[in-house]
Nanobody, 129 residues
Framework: QGQLVESGGGSVQAGGSLRLSCSAS????????MGWFRQAPGKERERVSV???????????DYADSVKGRFTVSRDNAKKTVYLQMNSVKPEDTAMYYC???????????????????WGQGTQVTVSL
C-alpha cells in the first residue's frame, strides 16, 4: 500500500506565494508520474502540473496554460516528496489542490493522461484580493 499526503495550503493575498508539498509513502513513492490537480466549487477538476521521472534521473514537467510562468513543480525522490511552488497567485487559483501518482509507460502518457490511480486528500488554497 501507500498514500499521498498534501500540505502547505492556506490563505494568501493575491500576488503572494505558497508552496504545496505532497509526501508519498509505500510503493507509490516510486511511481514515475506525479501530478497536481485542482478543483474549485462548481468547476471541473483541472490538471495544474505534472512531473515525470525518467529512467536516467531526468525530469520532465508540464503546466496548464493558466499557471505557466507562475507555478513550478519539482520532485525530490530522496524525500519522496513533490512540490508545487505557487508564485504571483490570483483569486482564480482558489481551489482544493490534489496530488496524484501513477506509473505510466513514458513522458507522453504522463503529460496527457488523467486516469491517475492514487490521490491525496487535498489541501485548500484560498487567494484573496
Amino acid at each position: 500500500q501507500g498514500q499521498l499526503v498534501e500540505s502547505g495550503g492556506g490563505s494568501v493575498q493575491a500576488g503572494g506565494s505558497l508552496r504545496l508539498s505532497c509526501s508519498a509513502s509505500g510503493y507509490i513513492s516510486s511511481y514515475n508520474c506525479m501530478g497536481w490537480f485542482r478543483q474549485a466549487p462548481g468547476k471541473e477538476r483541472e490538471r495544474v502540473s505534472v512531473i515525470y521521472s525518467g529512467t536516467s534521473n531526468e525530469y520532465y514537467a508540464d503546466y496548464a496554460d493558466s499557471v505557466k510562468g507562475r507555478f513550478t513543480v519539482s520532485r525530490d525522490n530522496a524525500k519522496k516528496t513533490v512540490y508545487l511552488q505557487m508564485n504571483s497567485v490570483k483569486p482564480e487559483d482558489t481551489a482544493m489542490y490534489y496530488c496524484a501518482a501513477e506509473s505510466y509507460s513514458g513522458w507522453s502518457s504522463c503529460r496527457s493522461r488523467t486516469d491517475f490511480g492514487h490521490w491525496g486528500q487535498g489541501t485548500q488554497v484560498t487567494v484573496s484580493l
